[in-house]
């Protein structure tokens, strides 16, 4: 099974800061891996798809990156909005999935 | 618009089975497409149940597999979730979704729902 391990568990920050959380593959996944934005009481929204690209319609400070076993998603001015869970989810052994542990962005 | 919704009791008991029904509108589950279940247990991450593919195609999570059983009915455009011998631990909040893995289509998933399991 592939294992994937999301750091940090959870971070303070203020608006306009650039926050970067990472996900760390326990095998090779190429770059079958997406990114997702919860808030409390509501579904996981997907953010960013293929390990780089913008899902439409989500604001341009989101980016990710990374290939094989190391991902990172980055927010370069963290907005109000952005205060939620993040999880990363691989997909390499698709139609099956697994996420990372979360990562709680929360106000400094 | 792409709209899914969960069905089914909020309350099973342990040593019972729990089921639960995704609705589908806004797309023909016979188009194609996987189509999943994820749940996440009250201030816990996210897990990965399983898919099936709308020809009746199954993927199980290995750590689930012999407790799990998801089908589709084409005809009422519905796929449906049985989860056998509940524990306590089964208590989450139950999504259905429709992922888009690497493709740029949008990633639809129902509101959720939370089932408990207690005596």
């Known amino acids: 099974d592939i294992q994937m391990t999301q750091s940090p568990s959870s971070l303070s920050a203020s608006v306009g800061d650039r926050v970067t959380i990472t996900c760390r593959a326990s095998?090779?996944?190429?770059?079958?891996l997406g990114w997702y934005q919860q808030k409390p009481g509501k579904a996981p929204k997907r953010l960013i798809y293929a390990a780089s690209n913008l899902q439409s319609g989500v604001p341009s400070r989101f980016s990710g990156s990374g290939s094989g076993t190391e991902f990172t998603l980055t927010i370069s001015s963290l907005q109000p909005e952005d205060f939620a869970t993040y999880y990363c989810l691989q997909y390499n052994n698709y139609p099956l999935g697994t996420f990372g542990q979360g990562t709680k962005v929360e106000i400094k | 618009q792409v709209q899914l919704q969960e069905s089914g009791p909020g309350l099973v008991k342990p040593s019972e089975t729990l089921s639960l029904t995704c609705s589908v509108s806004?797309?023909?589950?016979?188009?194609?497409?996987?189509w999943g279940w994820i749940r996440q247990p009250p201030g816990k991450g996210l897990e990965w149940i399983g898919s099936i593919y709308h020809t009746g195609v199954t993927y199980y999570n290995p750590s689930l597999k012999s407790r799990v059983t998801i089908s589709v009915d084409t005809s009422m455009n519905q796929f449906s979730l049985r989860l056998y011998s509940v524990t306590a631990a089964d208590t989450a909040v139950y999504y259905c979704?429709?992922?888009?893995?690497?493709?740029?289509?949008?990633?639809?998933w129902g509101h959720g729902t939370l089932v408990t399991v207690s005596s």
């Open positions: 979704a429709r992922p888009a893995y690497s493709s740029s289509a949008a990633d639809y």
């Open positions: 806004g797309y023909s589950i016979s188009s194609g497409s996987y």
């Open positions: 095998q090779g996944i190429r770059n079958d």
